[in-house]
């Protein structure tokens, strides 16, 4: 199930040396890190944590993430999932959500941004993660971020209903958006592609409708637009720049909110107590 879930892209389309400086690796536990695509905006107190669609990498990411940082003046940090790209692990519901997790804690904990200066986007299997998320911190009781779904689906299981009608029952019901969503009271945009084959428009329909207790919900249908056609620039610019002036309300943050060099540097090898490299 979980390689149907995650065609991971191979080969990878970065490496720890293409990406330069934007990489940075953000622990997760005492020995893990998670290999990220960090595009700083000086002037911003603000984070957007990005969780990516599937069968692509950090390295597809380059231009759409220095996109929304200096347009949306905020600092972006996308982060990679297990399995792909240079990333280590197997790719799965579990793991996304770990790493999802681990990003949000090292920019809540370590880099001390409020919840409310947090903007929360997922893409596809993105909106995944990214509702998983904005219900932990609705339970934490925060101050809410402001969560943007692109392309989003209610369920696994209600994509594979789509596809495969009653034998979807089969399917694990990971990533339920619409559990997530009903609990949610942060503002959210939904923005999906009216042409979209893959994940239908309904969904979003539907999400929009189950999302009564947003403190601010906005839908935007986009014509002509497909699953892999949807572009940031294009179609999003006008709804995410309407969203963000009216939601996020960001406070003033007077300690350096930068991603420090120290994360910069790659984890060593592995070692077990002998000294060899683990293969």
Do not use: W
């Not at 998670?34 to 969780?51: A, G």
């Not at 950090?58 to 003046?73: F, I, S």
């Not at 579990?94 to 920019?107: A, I, S, T």
């Amino acid at each position: 199930m979980n390689s149907i879930l995650f065609p991971v892209p191979k080969p990878a389309t970065y490496t720890a040396e293409s990406l330069g400086e934007h990489l940075v690796y953000i622990p997760l536990g005492k020995s893990k890190t998670i290999p990220c695509l960090y595009v700083p905006h000086k002037k911003s107190s603000s984070y957007l944590i990005y969780s990516h669609a599937n069968a692509c990498d950090l390295g597809h990411l380059e231009y759409v993430l220095a996109y929304l940082a200096e347009q949306h003046n905020v600092n972006v940090l996308a982060y990679e999932y297990p399995g792909y790209g240079i990333a280590a692990g197997t790719p799965s519901p579990e793991g996304v959500k770990r790493n999802v997790m681990g990003v949000l804690r090292f920019v809540m904990d370590t880099l001390a941004v409020p919840t409310r200066n947090i903007i929360l986007y997922g893409c596809s299997i993105g909106t995944g993660p990214t509702c998983y998320a904005a219900d932990y911190l609705s339970a934490l009781d925060v101050r809410q971020p402001c969560v943007i779904l692109e392309s989003p689906f209610q369920s696994i299981r209600d994509v594979a209903y789509d596809m495969v009608g009653s034998s979807a029952s089969l399917a694990p019901n990971v990533f339920d958006n619409e559990a997530h969503v009903r609990t949610l009271t942060c503002p959210i945009l939904f923005a999906h592609g009216l042409d979209d084959r893959v994940i239908s428009a309904e969904h979003s329909k539907a999400l929009y409708k189950a999302a009564t207790r947003s403190a601010h919900r906005m839908l935007e249908l986009i014509p002509n637009v497909g699953h892999n056609t949807i572009d940031e620039e294009r179609h999003l610019q006008t709804p995410i720049t309407r969203f963000l002036k009216l939601c996020h309300k960001p406070v003033r943050c007077d300690h350096n909110i930068g991603i420090s060099d120290m994360y910069k540097v790659p984890p060593a090898p592995r070692t077990r107590g002998s000294g060899c490299l683990l293969l």
